[in-house]
DNA sequence: AATGTTAGTCTCAAAATGAGAGCAGGGCTA
DNA sequence: TAGCCCTGCTCTCATTTTGAGACTAACATT
């Protein structure tokens, strides 16, 4: 009620009306349509490192270690799909592939920068309050 | 290359040095691990819902068509647990309990929604860029 | 000849999620 | 007083998603 997210009630309005038909339809929404593919488990990550400058599939593979190679190949179709990633194959022996941002993976990501540039500045804080809360609930 | 991810190069280093304290090993940094609650399936969906406002359990369940009861409850207790959400009971009889964002969860959501708007200003060219896709590949 | 490299795909196990019933403790209606 | 509804959950079981690791093909290196 401090006014900070100020105009979102009108905000949320509009998603709802922009789902399925029904008044108050979250359902179908495309804003969330959209959303859930960058707020895949993988997908951030890997923007972040292709933000950084164009990449090959195995240096990603190297950059991410806990990422499986299924989830790589599948995270990088996702994010390509969608217009955000360019993927070209050089007719190397063995081929190599390199992938890249695309102009509106970059407009994209500057929209996304906000809230990993948050996350940088407030981990210590939310840190702080998991452990409030483990140690309430006991 | 068009400038306009400037100082990412920068950024990424940083994420990476917060990491496990191997050299460029993403696994355990603390930035992915804050996103990572927040980009869950359902949190910016009730994040923007009580953004709007406060909201007992019933009211989200119905507010949000489709989420199960059972990811209703994970989802709310995570974002709790991060110091996102307020969880309020009130002994009515049946008890109802009130769900509101703390300041520490507005300060995170004025920064997730710049990507909600780009996403609301931008799904049309997703959808484009996927109908391109899917008609390329076949 | 043996081994390593590339960017994947395939299979099977493990983890996350969904669907739906159950619960406690009252308030309503009949 | 019996029966049903409401609340905010939890529990179980089925389905979906993800992970781990083997396998591929064609060449380069040792």
Redesign the pocket.
């Known amino acids: 009620m401090d006014g900070r997210v100020s105009n979102f009630r009108t905000q949320l309005e509009v998603y709802r009306s922009k789902g399925g038909g029904e008044a108050g339809d979250l359902a179908n929404c495309p804003v969330r349509n959209v959303v859930q593919n960058i707020f895949?488990?993988?997908a951030s990550l890997l923007l972040m490192a292709l933000a950084e400058r164009p990449y090959?599939?195995?240096?990603l593979?190297r950059l991410v270690p806990?990422?499986?190679?299924?989830?790589?190949?599948?995270t990088?179709?996702d994010l390509q799909r969608d217009g955000y990633v360019h993927?070209e194959?050089f007719p190397t022996?063995?081929?190599?592939?390199?992938?890249s941002l695309t102009d509106m993976g970059r407009s994209m990501f500057d929209s996304l920068q906000h809230l990993l540039g948050w996350a940088d500045a407030n981990f210590e804080k939310v840190r702080t309050a998991r452990a409030r809360f483990d140690a309430a609930e006991g």
């Open positions: 895949s488990k993988w090959r599939f195995g240096e593979r806990d990422i499986s190679q299924r989830m790589l190949t599948q990088l179709r993927r194959v022996k063995p081929p190599s592939v390199e992938y």
